[in-house]
C-alpha cells in the first residue's frame, strides 16, 4: 500500500504528545522507582495519586502514577498537547464526525481536556489544551537524581490495523518519517508519526491491539542512560534493565528499555535527530530488513515483542501477540 499524503491543515492542531496515565499497585514504591531510578521530579502526590514531570519540563507533569490494586499493570490512556481550548472544541466534533467517541474529562493541574477513541483497537488519547507550569529543574543540579530524565517524547502502541490507523492518525496531521512495510502483503507493520519537531510522537506497531508497549523519555546522555541502569541494580531491579543500550538506526536512536514494578515499559533514548520540514521524506525499511532495524547486538527478548501494557477495560484483540518479525527470521541478511 501507499501511505497517505500528509494533511498540512488538520482539523485542530495537535502539538506533541504529553503525558500517560499508569494503575500501579504500591504507589509508594512506584514513586520512589521513578524518582531514584530515572530522576523524574515529584509535582504533586494527592488523593492516592502521584504527578512526575522530567527536569526539562515546566508544565506539571508527563507521568500521572494512580494507586489501584485492582487495575495495577494498565494504563488509561495516552496524552497529547494541543495548541489551545479551540482546538479542544474542533477535536470533540471531528471524533463525533468520523463515528468516534469524545468527552470532556476534568484533570487537576489541567486546562480543558478531553479523551477520545477513534474505536475497536484504537488507543485511548487524552487531548489536553494546558497545564499548571513549575519551574524547571534542569539547572537545579544538586537535586538531579538517577538518569536525570529531561523530557517525554513518544508512545509506542500496537494496534491490530496498522493501514487503518495511518489513515486516523495521519487525517489529525500526523506526519510519517519512517514506516515498515510486509514485503509479502504489502501492508503496514510499524509507522514513526510525528507531530513536533523530531521523527516522533506516536509508534504504531501491527500486532494484537490496542496495547502499550512502551513511553519513551529524552535522557541528556549515555552515562545519565547507564546510571539509571546501575541505580536500578542497586535497588534490586537489575533484571527489569529490560533491553539495551543499542542503536535503532534511522533515526539514529540510542536506547535502553526498563521495566517498572508494575510491568510498564519505559524507554530511556538520547536527545532525537530534527525531522520538521516539510520537504522532508520519511525512511521506508522492508520487513525482511533487520541490519537497519537494530545495526548491531542481538534483537530484543521475546518478552520485549510480547508483553505490553493493556489500557483498563480494552481487551486486545486481532493481529499477533509479538510485534516485529524476529531477528533471527532466516530472511534477515547474515554474515556467512
Ligand atoms: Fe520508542
Redesign the pocket.
Known amino acids: 500500500m501507499s501511505i497517505p499524503e500528509v494533511v498540512k491543515d488538520p482539523p485542530f492542531n495537535i502539538t506533541r504528545a504529553s503525558h500517560v496515565r499508569y494503575y500501579v499497585k504500591d504507589l509508594d514504591r512506584s514513586v520512589e522507582f521513578y524518582t531514584e531510578i530515572f530522576g523524574f521530579v515529584v509535582s504533586a502526590i494527592e488523593n492516592g495519586i502521584a504527578y512526575l514531570r522530567g527536569t526539562e519540563e515546566s508544565c506539571h507533569h508527563s507521568v500521572v502514577l494512580m494507586q489501584n490494586a485492582d487495575k495495577a499493570g494498565t494504563s488509561e490512556c495516552i496524552g497529547m498537547r494541543v495548541a489551545s481550548e479551540d482546538d479542544i472544541h474542533k477535536a470533540k466534533a471531528h471524533f463525533e464526525a468520523v463515528g468516534g467517541t469524545a468527552e470532556i474529562v476534568e484533570r487537576p493541574h489541567q486546562g480543558l481536556s478531553l479523551m477520545t477513541r477513534f474505536g475497536e483497537g484504537f488507543p485511548p488519547v487524552e487531548l489536553c489544551s494546558s497545564m499548571t507550569v513549575l519551574t524547571r529543574t534542569m539547572n537545579d543540579f544538586r537535586s538531579q537524581k538517577g538518569g536525570r530524565v529531561l523530557r517525554l517524547d ?1 508512545y ?1 502502541c500496537a494496534v491490530p490495523d496498522a493501514t487503518l490507523a495511518v489513515k486516523r492518525f495521519m487525517a489529525l496531521g500526523f506526519r510519517p518519517s519512517k514506516y515498515t512495510l510486509d514485503e509479502d502483503t504489502g501492508k503496514v507493520l510499524s509507522i514513526f508519526l510525528s507531530r513536533k519537531n523530531n521523527p ?1 510522537d506516536l ?1 504504531m506497531a501491527y500486532a494484537m491491539g490496542p496495547r502499550l508497549h ?1 513511553v ?1 523519555f529524552v535522557v541528556s546522555d549515555l552515562q545519565a542512560m547507564l546510571r539509571a541502569a546501575d541505580i536500578a541494580a542497586n535497588m534490586g531491579y537489575g533484571r527489569d534493565v529490560e533491553h539495551g543500550p543499542g542503536r535503532h538506526g534511522p533515526p539514529n ?1 540510542v ?1 535502553l528499555y526498563f521495566r517498572d514494578p508494575d510491568g510498564h515499559r519505559i ?1 530511556f ?1 538520547l536527545p532525537p535527530m530534527q525531522f520538521m520540514d516539510p520537504e522532508d521524506q520519511p525512511n521506508t525499511w522492508s520487513s525482511t530488513d533487520g541490519s537497519s532495524l537494530v545495526p548491531w547486538g542481538n534483537g530484543p527478548p521475546q518478552k520485549w515483542r510480547e508483553q505490553m501494557t493493556h489500557f483498563d477495560g480494552l481487551e486486545p484483540a486481532g493481529g499477533p501477540l509479538a510485534r516485529w518479525t524476529s531477528l533471527t527470521d532466516p530472511r534477515h541478511p547474515q554474515k556467512t
Do not use: D, L, T
Request: no cysteine; aromatic share 10%.
Open positions: 513518544h509506542q516522533h509508534v512502551h519513551a536512536g536506547f524507554e533514548i
